[in-house]
């Protein structure tokens, strides 16, 4: 039986080492860079939700729109009394889309880094939807996700819905891969649902990750006053500027923070030297035509069965499931 109360999951609550090591050799590299997942403190989450606010970053809007029009649909697919798992859940905006189609789901597991939004989350669920089963798991869902027992246990069918493209903040390799491990997380009738934004042109992409009202140079900013808070570092937020570019090559665009001048700054106990002009990479955003994605998803073992786009073709959801997989038949 899956537990009423809703306690929450504890893995971690500060910064621990191994992310205070990965900040040090980051900014030791050629090109600097820091943990994109830094970006999303209780702070950091909020002003997150700003820029799916704003007019140029048209991800939410168009993601929305998929949900509002195909939930139904999608729902069909899911079927009964299954398992929903979402990592980085946020504040569970997308689920609540879902939630009204699915009749009877068996439990709705959020996986947060952040608290604050992870309890808002819960709060507004429970009220929006009594009796349904919120198992909330406080932690990094990069790390091996620790599910409680009896839901692993459980026989009902499990759902990883991982919408808002996340998934394009891994490089393909690093998105096969978790896919794989969630593949097994979710045992031999694992479904997908994932939102996943589409290759377009270079103009609209860098304007989504460059509003004009700069929110989102505020957001990337947040980063350096995160690492001066929790790992002792002074750097100075108006020595640098935020930019976003994209990588045709690598099929991304990427967030860069810009020194604006000959600078050094302290981190923990190490010393960083930065040129004008220098940038550290804060993340990147990787983008798929859905022929590419699909291929990304089959490594990973999952069988392609519907995607859906909003109206203007900028983004799309799939589903995916494992039916069959688990059962190869011989060929007489
Ligand atoms: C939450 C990772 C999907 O990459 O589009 C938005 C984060 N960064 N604007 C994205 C983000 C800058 C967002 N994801």
Redesign the pocket.
């Known amino acids: 039986m899956i537990s009423h109360n809703q306690e929450i999951y504890a893995e971690e609550s500060f910064l621990i080492t191994s992310t205070l090591s990965e900040i040090l050799v980051g900014l030791s590299r050629p090109q600097k860079t820091l943990p ?1 997942k830094l ?2 403190d209780d702070h950091g989450s909020q002003i ?1 939700e700003e ?2 606010q704003t007019q140029d ?1 048209y ?1 939410t809007r168009a993601e929305t729109e998929i949900f509002r029009e195909h939930a139904p649909e999608m729902a069909k697919f899911i079927g009964q009394g299954a398992i929903i798992i979402e990592p ?1 859940s ?1 504040v569970s905006e997308k689920i609540r889309y879902l939630l009204p189609e699915l009749n009877k789901i068996r439990a709705y597991v959020p996986i947060e880094i952040s608290p604050e939004p992870l309890l808002k989350s819960c709060d507004v669920l429970t009220r929006q939807f009594p009796g349904l089963e919120i198992v909330p798991i406080l932690g990094d869902f990069e790390k091996e996700i620790i599910i409680p027992g009896e839901v692993s246990r459980s026989s009902s069918k499990k759902l990883i819905f991982f919408p ?3 998934i ?2 891994f490089s393909p390799s690093q998105a096969a891969l978790l896919l794989r491990q969630w593949a097994r997380l979710a045992g031999k009738d694992a479904m997908l649902l994932i939102g996943v ?1 589409r290759k377009k042109g270079r103009e609209k992409l860098i304007k ?2 460059d509003d004009q009202n700069g929110i ?1 140079a505020d ?2 900013l947040n980063i350096l006053r995160r690492i001066n808070r929790e790992a002792n570092a002074n750097f100075d937020l108006t020595k640098f500027s935020h930019q ?1 570019r994209y990588n045709d090559h690598k099929g991304r ?1 990427e ?1 860069h923070l810009v020194s604006r001048e000959d600078q050094m700054v302290k981190v923990h106990d190490s010393l960083f030297r930065f040129q004008a002009g220098e940038s550290i990479h804060t ?3 990787y983008k798929y035509t859905p022929r590419e994605f699909k291929t990304l998803a089959e490594k990973a073992q999952f069988n392609y069965v519907k995607h859906w786009c909003d109206r203007e073709g900028l983004f799309c959801v799939y589903f995916f499931n494992r039916a069959g997989t688990h059962h190869v038949q011989k060929q007489a």
């Open positions: 994109a970006l999303y997150f820029i799916c970053y991800i980085g946020g808002g493209s996340t394009g903040n934004d989504a990750y989102t957001f990337n976003a665009v967030m993340e990147s955003s």
